[in-house]
Nanobody, 124 residues
């Protein structure tokens, strides 16, 4: 499976960005998807996850109420809408697909496939 993330960039604090992750290579609609991020000098951390149908979502407390994860199974794409961005949101953002179908884990170790990452920089 291949994942291609895009949509990162430089934005002022309080602004918005939408990340996209295009998937190919397997039954996208049977796998949950996740977004993670990694800031310089820090470990990769969970941001959001969505179920294979899109009917369930889960967010890290740090982004709850500001970020929205969604998916379009017809386009085999998952999105991360990021609003009210803060300087501490600055990181490389990765989309990922888990090892096991019909799961939506939050631990990076449970994800097998990773996109290449897209840089998000929020200026204060």
């Amino acid at each position: 499976v291949q994942l291609q993330a895009s949509g990162g960039g430089l934005v002022q604090a309080g602004g918005s960005l939408r990340l996209s992750c295009a998937a190919s290579g397997r039954s996208f609609s049977t796998y949950g998807m996740g977004w993670f991020r990694q800031a310089p000098g820090k470990e990769r951390e969970f941001v959001a996850a969505i179920s294979w149908t899109g009917g369930a979502t889960y967010y890290a407390d740090s982004v709850k109420g500001r970020f929205t994860i969604s998916r379009d199974n017809a386009k085999t794409t998952v999105y991360l809408q990021m609003n009210s961005l803060k300087a501490e949101d600055t990181a490389v953002y990765y989309c990922a697909a888990p090892l096991v179908s019909r799961t939506m884990p939050i631990q990076p170790s449970e994800y097998r496939y990773w996109g290449q990452g897209t840089q998000v920089t929020v200026s204060s």
